[in-house]
């Protein structure tokens, strides 16, 4: 895989699957720019990347969405193009959706939808100048499905997959990739860090997360899905058959999901 000397835009690079992408495309040469709202964690992340000279620090605020546009400048001061977007950064939820209250919902919705769709556009016009680019969401399985307790995330995730296949549609023809990730059960701190119906973090990890896929691993299969420029991809254990079931078995799939074990 060649990324060497492509510069490469990570939101959600402080944790995670950002944390194992930015190390993942690091060894192969690339430049990164890192972005979340740690700039501790990031100055982590990038001591631990294999050219940390060629690692530049954003941070930002998803849920300012507003702002973006600003970031995207700052962004194109400290490097003369940017060749990949990958958007990352998210939040996850652990509650029903009788607990849930509505500014939790909002802060959902904002972080994982409206910051990713902000950026995009944001972006987009560096790119259309360029006849060249990626954009890269990562979604989820729960961007395909539903599951019990995630109502406002999944409702987030699906409408990525409505905001970034309308972009592939419109992009195509001035060169410019679409690629929706949707992983399943990774081990990352996506549990500890899910909101609970009040807004305050849920603190634990679910036993789904700690027996999940390795984040280096997740990340070496999103760097083949790029290289190919796939459209849409699907990363995980068995969970991955809920996308299928859903197209095929759609009626299984809601009895399963009654029961399932989501956490
Ligand atoms: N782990 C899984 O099982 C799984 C499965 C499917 C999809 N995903 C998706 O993968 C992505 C990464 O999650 P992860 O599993 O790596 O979880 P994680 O370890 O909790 O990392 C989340 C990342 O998002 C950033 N972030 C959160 N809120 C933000 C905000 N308001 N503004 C900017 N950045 C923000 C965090 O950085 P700061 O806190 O420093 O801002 C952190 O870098 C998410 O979109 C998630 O939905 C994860």
Known sequence: MNFKNQTI?????????????????????????????????????????????QVHILALDLAEYHDLNQKVKL??????????LINNGGISQRAL?????????????????????ALTQALLPHFLERKAGHFVCISSLMG????????????SKHALHGFYDALRAEVHDHQIAVS?????????????????????????????SAKGMPPEVCAQKILKAIQKKKPEVYIGGKEVMGVYLKRFFPSLLRRMMRKAQVI
């Open 75 to 84: 962004a194109l001061q400290q490097v003369d193009q940017i060749d990949i």
């Open 97 to 117: 959706v009788q607990d849930l209250e509505l500014p939790v919902l909002d802060r959902i919705m904002q972080v994982n939808f409206f910051g990713a769709a």
């Open 180 to 208: 929706l990730i949707c992983p399943g059960f990774i081990k990352t701190k996506v549990s500890l860090n899910a909101l609970l119906g009040d807004g305050h973090k849920q603190n634990t990890m679910d036993p789904s």
């Open 144 to 155: 395909k499905f539903s599951s019990p307790l995630r109502s406002g995330y999944c409702a």
């Open 9 to 53: 835009w990570i939101t959600g690079a402080s944790s995670g699957i950002g944390e194992a992408l930015a190390y993942a495309f690091s060894s192969k040469g690339a430049r990164l720019i890192l972005s979340a709202r740690r700039t501790n964690e990031l100055e982590r992340v990038k001591s631990h990347c294999a050219y940390p000279e």
